[in-house]
């Protein structure tokens, strides 16, 4: 059974930093290449980043590049999103989504895990 | 950056129905479009992808086809299971971009 298991997010103060996890099980974790979206509160979805299975292509929305950095470490199967200069606005909860090589969709998606960002 | 423009923003359908959502990509995008359900609480899960390929697991009421750069997802004889809210998205070129979301709600 595919597994995307988030992990890390809680309530961090503006201007602070986060780490998130996504663990995997159930496929080639080395084979996908790996998304974060987020979802904020009552909102739509929106695409954050991607990684290649690799590694070797790294995408960033606009409202995040330079503040957050995708990673992943396929010996552990885990994806990674390290989020500094917080904002309120990135409250959300964050879904990690595998994508299969070659193709263009977001075939198995996390439960998400919630940040919030407040004083 | 690729804009979905996604309609209606919300519909009430009975069962006997057929339901009809539409997103129109502002440029070409070939293809590359999938169509996820969320139901409360819970993550999406893809329905379409390719534009018109069903994803596994999926019911054949659910289908997906292309009109030039519109895309749509059609639901013929909804279930009371399908409820939710749906999503397109684009992955042709990054920012991947989603679609403002359809709030799909059976009588």
């Known amino acids: 059974e595919v597994q995307l298991v988030e992990s890390g997010g809680g309530l961090v103060q503006p201007g602070r930093s986060l780490k998130l996890s996504c663990v995997a099980s159930g496929f080639t974790f080395s084979n996908y290449g790996m998304n974060w979206i987020r979802q904020a509160p009552g909102k739509g979805l929106e695409w954050v980043a991607y990684?290649?299975?690799?590694?070797?292509?790294?995408y960033y929305a606009e409202t995040v590049k330079g503040r957050f950095t995708i990673s992943r470490d396929n010996a552990k199967n885990t994806l990674y999103l390290q989020m500094t200069s917080l904002r309120s606005e990135d409250t959300a909860l964050y879904y990690c989504a595998s994508r299969v090589l070659g193709a263009g969709y977001f075939d198995y998606w996390g439960q998400g895990v919630m940040v919030t960002v407040s004083s | 950056d690729i804009q979905m423009t996604q309609s209606p923003a919300s519909l009430s359908a009975s069962l006997e129905e057929i339901v009809t959502i539409t997103c129109k990509a502002s440029q070409g995008i070939d293809d590359y479009l999938s169509w996820y359900q969320q139901k409360p609480g819970k993550s999406p899960q893809l329905l379409i992808y390719?534009?018109?390929s069903l994803a596994d697991g999926v019911p054949s009421r659910f289908s997906g086809s292309r009109s030039g750069t519109q895309y749509s997802l059609k639901i013929s004889r909804p279930q009371v299971d399908d409820s939710g809210i749906y999503y397109c998205?684009?992955?042709?070129?990054?920012?991947?971009?989603f679609g403002a979301g359809t709030k799909l709600e059976l009588k």
């Open positions: 390719d534009a018109t």
């Open positions: 998205l684009q992955s042709y070129s990054t920012p991947y971009t």
């Open positions: 990684i290649s299975s690799g590694s070797s292509y790294i």
